[in-house]
């Protein structure tokens, strides 16, 4: 099977870094589910907050996809990355609707060390960009 559209403009998107493209991408009715975050994240304007966060903090200079699954409307990407000398592994899980909009985002990370790092850093950027408050750092 060859690369589906929806991920095609993923990759753009994720290793361009182009942020303000994620908007485009995203369903109105899309969730996200993370690693670091007990509760699926609900609604357009959340998700591409997320995900604005996972360009800024993950997708570092180290970070790659390796192998990619795809099905008809989803697709499962393993991505590798190092943040603060952390190496990352983990997978994005990804289903679109047929007007290839993102309607599902799940991300899964291992190991331990790579989720606390991620958290960590994911607090301070959700925190700086005013979408949690800075109480979240306190924990």
């Given at each position: ?6 991920i ?6 994720a290793?361009e870094?182009?942020a303000d ?8 009715d899309?969730?996200?589910e993370s690693?670091?975050?007990?509760t ?10 997320y995900l604005r966060?996972?360009?800024?903090v993950?997708n570092t200079e180290?970070?790659r996809y ?7 409307r ?9 943040v603060?000398?952390i ?12 007007a290839g ?6 991300v899964?990370?291992r190991p ?18 005013g979408?949690v ?7």
């Amino acid at each position: 099977m060859s690369i589906p559209k929806t991920i095609e403009r993923w990759h753009r998107i994720a290793l361009e870094r182009r942020a303000d493209e994620i908007a485009g991408i995203l369903g109105d009715d899309c969730v996200f589910e993370s690693p670091v975050v007990h509760t699926p994240q609900a609604g357009k304007a959340k998700v591409e907050t997320y995900l604005r966060g996972a360009l800024h903090v993950p997708n570092t200079e180290h970070f790659r996809y390796g192998g990619e699954w795809y099905a008809e409307r989803s697709a499962v990407l393993e991505f590798f990355s190092v943040v603060d000398g952390i190496q990352i592994n983990g997978v994005d899980i990804i289903a679109w609707n047929d007007a290839g909009l993102i309607t599902h985002f799940k991300v899964m990370v291992r190991p331990l060390k790579a989720i606390n790092t991620l958290h960590a850093k994911m607090a301070e950027y959700l925190v700086s960009v005013g979408a949690v408050p800075a109480s979240v750092l306190k924990r």
